[in-house]
């Protein structure tokens, strides 16, 4: 593969700034140049975001579509169409968060030199809520009352009611002046051609085989000059993750996305080529069932009246014992190769990150706990029986069915380690693992976490750059999936707790993030003091990429190309 290339002939643009002296080089100038090849297992259907949920549309439309902010690699806000992030401190948004102000950069253009302004925001709002637009949610968007322009560089968004996580809309803007119809989205060409206000422009897609992007010649215009430093950028669809591996062995790719923990030891040992995993905001946890799994799915008022506790996972003590009995830095370290952060809440990283200090392992505690509890051993045979146990009947075995997916080699690994660290203390989880399709069932269609028949499975699970959809859907006692909510909510253990809940409230109505990443911290102690669910390691976001290509920075919080203006080839 050619390390450079000729420039692209859009660098003959009459927008292109003079030329600098001769002795004065450009900036970046020894950065310039190059094709990139990237290798993807999937290949998107469309790249307008709002039109379809397949992460690869994010990914690839970064090198084109810009937002009103971006998130940076440790989930913190930052200006990116605007001049400031909007905060109660700087007076951009109202005490009661209902009223919105951004100031928009002047001078920035879409690839075709028409200026971008506040009637881009307004219109990308108005063809979301287009009743015909075909867009996948409107969440968020809905709560606007409404979207105005002052001048053409301050936008002011007024909403009916609060929206906790409002930083995170107007991620995409669309370009108005093309006159696009908004009843006529799912038709545009706008969803296969992005229109670019970004670091690259399309030049074309052959579908079931790649798709080249080349520099915007504009870009520099507004932003750095001298960037981005490639010439152009192939996306290659491969079909698998296999391919790839051989492809970036051989140099026909220099990138290959979306790897799993399991394939990181042998790509340490490729010549040349570099292993990007980095902690994402997903974690792998138990989720315990505190109810009784042969009552069908109670909601929270029957619960209040009648708690119809699980035999065993009903008991704190019981909880804590399970945790106490798993060594989580021996999996993270001996079967995770020393490569997993060990999770301790159920936000281990971002700007709502908690403070949480790791578990203990101690088996002692765990068999000290157990005897309290009523659990002991008293026939010999190893696994405790209820002997005065607080909701079991005396003599029922503490076996405890423990289910992960099917076929899922790392999860199903773990799992053998738990169930041999639970004999140690005298408890005994049997494996019945299934396919992911039916874990996650719906609960029109019976799935057993909805309706609560089951005692623990183990699954990974991960919030977004705002956490409160998250762990409000997970936690909460009003998102307890039943038939009065017609099976919405994700708090499958069935968890009440009147202090998460006042905190998670608060989490959810203040626009303050200080105020907010508090509650936060509460809701997160809360938690880990309740043990709901049992946190076991981060998940990593793992890549392969040639040591050649430099400034690559993984952003689990924002799309793959967030920063694709600063990657360069090492010549």
Same mark, same amino acid.
């Given at each position: 593969?050619?390390?450079?290339?000729?420039?692209?002939k859009?660098?003959?643009?009459?927008?292109?700034?003079?030329?600098? =002296?001769?002795?004065? !080089?450009?900036?970046? /100038?020894?950065? &310039?140049?190059?094709?990139?090849?990237?290798?993807f *297992?999937?290949?998107?259907?469309?790249?307008?975001?709002?039109?379809?949920?397949?992460?690869?549309?994010?990914?690839?439309?970064?090198?084109?579509?810009?937002?009103?902010?971006?998130?940076?690699?440790?989930?913190?806000?930052?200006?990116?169409?605007?001049? &400031?992030?909007?905060s /109660?401190?700087?007076g951009?948004?109202?005490?009661?968060?209902?009223? /919105?102000?951004?100031?928009?950069?002047?001078?920035?253009?879409?690839?075709?030199?028409?200026?971008?302004?506040?009637?881009?925001?307004?219109?990308?709002?108005?063809?979301?809520?287009?009743?015909e637009?075909?867009?996948v949610?409107?969440?968020?968007?809905?709560?606007?009352?409404?979207?105005?322009?002052?001048?053409?560089?301050?936008?002011?968004?007024?909403?009916?009611?609060?929206?906790?996580?409002?930083?995170?809309?107007?991620?995409? +803007?669309?370009?108005?002046h093309?006159?696009?119809? =908004?009843?006529?989205?799912?038709?545009?060409?706008?969803?296969? @051609?992005?229109?670019?206000?970004?670091?690259?422009?399309?030049?074309?897609?052959?579908?079931?085989?790649?798709?080249?992007?080349?520099?915007?010649?504009?870009?520099?215009?507004?932003?750095?000059?001298?960037?981005?430093?490639?010439?152009?950028?192939?996306?290659?669809?491969?079909?698998?993750?296999?391919?790839?591996?051989?492809?970036?062995?051989?140099?026909?790719?220099?990138?290959l996305?979306?790897?799993?923990?399991?394939?990181?030891?042998?790509?340490?040992?490729?010549?040349?080529?570099?292993?990007?995993?980095?902690?994402?905001?997903?974690s792998?946890?138990?989720?315990?069932?505190?109810?009784?799994p042969?009552?069908?799915?109670?909601?929270?008022?029957?619960?209040?009246?009648?708690?119809?506790?699980?035999?065993?996972?009903?008991?704190?003590?019981?909880?804590?014992? +399970?945790?106490?009995?798993?060594?989580?830095?021996?999996i993270?370290?001996?079967?995770?190769?020393?490569?997993?952060?060990? *999770?301790v809440a159920?936000?281990? +990283?971002?700007? *709502?990150?908690?403070?949480?200090?790791?578990?203990?392992?101690?088996?002692?505690?765990?068999?000290?706990?157990?005897?309290?509890?009523?659990?002991?051993?008293?026939?010999?045979?190893?696994?405790?029986?209820? @002997?005065?146990?607080?909701?079991?009947?005396?003599?029922?075995?503490?076996?405890?069915?423990?289910?992960?997916?099917?076929?899922?080699?790392?999860?199903?690994?773990? &799992? #053998?380690?738990?169930?041999?660290?639970?004999?140690?203390?005298?408890?005994?989880?049997?494996?019945e693992?299934?396919?992911?399709?039916?874990?996650?069932?719906?609960y029109?269609?019976?799935?057993?976490?909805?309706?609560?028949?089951?005692d623990?499975?183990?699954?990974s699970?991960?919030?977004?750059?705002? !956490?409160?959809?998250?762990?409000?859907?997970?936690?909460?006692?009003?998102? +307890?999936?039943?038939d009065?909510?017609?099976?919405?909510?994700?708090?499958?253990?069935?968890?009440?707790?009147?202090?998460?809940?006042?905190?998670?409230?608060?989490?959810?109505?203040? =626009?303050?993030?200080?105020?907010?990443?508090?509650?936060?911290?509460?809701?997160?102690?809360?938690?880990?003091?309740?043990? =709901?669910?049992?946190?076991?390691? #981060?998940?990593?976001?793992?890549?392969?990429?040639?040591?050649?290509?430099?400034?690559?920075?993984?952003?689990?919080?924002?799309?793959?190309?967030?920063?694709?203006?600063?990657?360069?080839?090492?010549?």
């Open positions: 593969m050619e390390a450079t290339k000729a420039p692209t859009a660098a003959e643009s009459t927008n292109t700034p003079e030329p600098k =002296p001769t002795d004065t !080089p450009e900036p970046g /100038v020894d950065k &310039q140049g190059g094709t990139l090849v990237m290798g *297992a999937d290949e998107p259907e469309m790249l307008n975001p709002y039109l379809v949920t397949h992460a690869m549309a994010k990914n690839i439309g970064g090198f084109f579509q810009r937002g009103l902010l971006k998130v940076l690699a440790d989930g913190s806000f930052a200006p990116d169409l605007t001049t &400031q992030v909007p /109660v401190k700087n951009s948004v109202s005490e009661d968060g209902l009223s /919105v102000t951004y100031s928009l950069k002047e001078g920035i253009v879409w690839e075709d030199g028409d200026l971008f302004d506040c009637d881009d925001v307004q219109f990308t709002w108005e063809a979301i809520m287009h009743p637009s075909g867009v949610s409107t969440g968020g968007y809905a709560d606007i009352e409404s979207v105005t322009c002052p001048d053409p560089y301050t936008v002011v968004v007024n909403y009916q009611k609060f929206y906790a996580p409002y930083l995170t809309l107007f991620d995409v +803007i669309l370009p108005d093309l006159d696009l119809d =908004p009843a006529k989205m799912t038709e545009w060409e706008y969803n296969r @051609h992005p229109f670019s206000m970004g670091p690259y422009v399309m030049e074309e897609w052959v579908s079931g085989d790649h798709i080249t992007v080349v520099r915007n010649e504009k870009y520099e215009l507004w932003e750095t000059e001298g960037k981005p430093y490639l010439d152009d950028i192939i996306l290659r669809f491969l079909g698998n993750s296999e391919v790839g591996r051989q492809l970036i062995q051989t140099g026909e790719i220099d990138f996305y979306g790897l799993t923990e399991t394939d990181i030891p042998e790509a340490q040992g490729l010549e040349g080529i570099l292993v990007s995993a980095v902690p994402s905001r997903s792998t946890r138990l989720v315990l069932n505190l109810r009784d042969e009552v069908d799915a109670p909601c929270k008022e029957e619960l209040l009246e009648n708690p119809h506790w699980h035999w065993a996972l009903g008991d704190l003590r019981v909880r804590q014992a +399970i945790q106490y009995g798993i060594d989580k830095n021996f993270a370290d001996t079967l995770m190769h020393g490569l997993l952060p060990v *999770a159920n936000m281990n +990283i971002g700007w *709502a990150k908690a403070d949480i200090p790791e578990s203990e392992y101690n088996p002692e505690k765990a068999k000290a706990l157990l005897e309290e509890a009523g659990w002991t051993d008293t026939d010999g045979d190893g696994i405790r029986e209820c @002997h005065g146990c607080s909701y079991a009947e005396d003599g029922k075995v503490l076996k405890l069915r423990y289910t992960t997916t099917a076929g899922n080699k790392m999860r199903e690994d773990v &799992q #053998q380690l738990i169930i041999e660290m639970m004999k140690e203390i005298g408890v005994e989880f049997y494996a693992n299934m396919p992911q399709a039916e874990i996650g069932k719906s029109a269609k019976g799935g057993l976490r909805r309706h609560g028949h089951y623990i499975m183990m699954y699970s991960g919030h977004a750059v705002d !956490p409160q959809n998250h762990i409000e859907g997970y936690f909460a006692s009003w998102n +307890i999936p039943c009065a909510t017609s099976g919405k909510g994700a708090n499958y253990s069935r968890w009440i707790d009147e202090d998460f809940d006042k905190w998670i409230e608060v989490a959810g109505t203040s =626009p303050d993030l200080d105020v907010r990443t508090e509650a936060y911290q509460k809701a997160n102690e809360r938690i880990v003091e309740g043990l =709901p669910h049992i946190f076991l390691y #981060q998940r990593l976001t793992v890549d392969l990429l040639i040591e050649e290509l430099q400034n690559f920075v993984r952003n689990d919080w924002s799309h793959l190309s967030w920063n694709a203006e600063e990657w360069w080839l090492k010549k």
